[in-house]
């Protein structure tokens, strides 16, 4: 069992910044990543990076604005978001294989 807990959303305005922290309970074999749910929507991938050597995958919505990094110390992972967009705007989890956190929204206004 893997105990996933985020924290760093919340409301901000177009344009501007907010970094998101998932903390593992435990370290796994399986590489990280965080998703979003917009209201009305499927929940979608954002990015991915494998705790091994910190490569990255991102989504095409993101990429350019949003920045995943690992802790592998601390079994945390981070997404810094620049440049958001009210499109941005939904409820963010992280998830390791099978494992989700509780989510965090992040709200942004136009």
């Known amino acids: 069992q893997v105990q996933l807990v985020e924290s760093g959303g919340g409301l901000v305005q177009a344009g501007g910044s907010l970094r998101l922290s998932c903390a593992a309970s435990k370290r796994t074999f399986i590489d990280p990543g965080w998703y979003r749910q917009a209201p009305g929507k499927e929940r979608e991938f954002v990015a991915r990076?494998?705790?091994?050597?910190?490569?990255?995958v991102y989504a095409d919505s993101v990429k350019g604005r949003f920045t995943i990094s690992r802790d592998n110390a601390k079994n945390t992972i981070y997404l810094q978001m620049n440049s958001l967009k009210p499109e941005d705007t939904a409820i963010y989890y992280c998830?390791?294989?099978?494992?989700w956190g509780q989510g965090t929204q992040v709200t942004v206004s136009s």
């Open positions: 998830n390791i294989g099978q494992w």
């Open positions: 990076i494998r705790w091994s050597d910190g490569s990255t």
